[in-house]
Nanobody, 128 residues
Framework: QVQLVESGGGLVQAGGSLRLSCATS????????MGWFRQYPGLERDFVAV????????DYVDSVKGRFAISRDNAKNTVYLQMNSLKPEDTAVYYC?????????????????????WGQGTQVTVSS
């Protein structure tokens, strides 16, 4: 069992930055692919970013490329999402998620159904 706890959300003005953290329990964190998703009210969770178990591979949804950066510290069992140049349309609840066993391919890691474990979410609000 893996438990995920997000933190770092909040209210920021457009153009500002936030860094989300996702702390995990368990001794097998380094074996999990970690993803960030976001959810707008009334809609399903959308893929934002992903990082492979080793940290050597990442991917992002087009709308955040060049603005967001995902990273992980396997020694601290934590994954991060650095969000820069925030826009009002980035306003959402952000979730981190963990999965293990799927091939490294976008049809898997962009799909919320691939992930086995989820955090409780953290609200990010960007004012214009």
């Amino acid at each position: 069992q893996v438990q995920l706890v997000e933190s770092g959300g909040g209210l920021v003005q457009a153009g500002g930055s936030l860094r989300l953290s996702c702390a995990t329990s368990g001794r097998t964190f380094s074996s999990y692919t970690m993803g960030w998703f976001r959810q707008y009210p009334g809609l399903e969770r959308d893929f934002v970013a992903v990082i492979s178990w080793s940290g050597s591979s990442t991917d992002y949804v087009d709308s955040v490329k060049g603005r967001f950066a995902i990273s992980r510290d396997n020694a601290k069992n934590t994954v991060y999402l650095q969000m820069n140049s925030l826009k009002p349309e980035d306003t959402a609840v952000y979730y981190c998620a963990a999965e293990r066993g799927s091939p490294w391919a976008s049809r898997y890691y962009t799909n919320a159904g691939t992930y086995d474990y989820w955090g409780q979410g953290t609200q990010v609000t960007v004012s214009s």
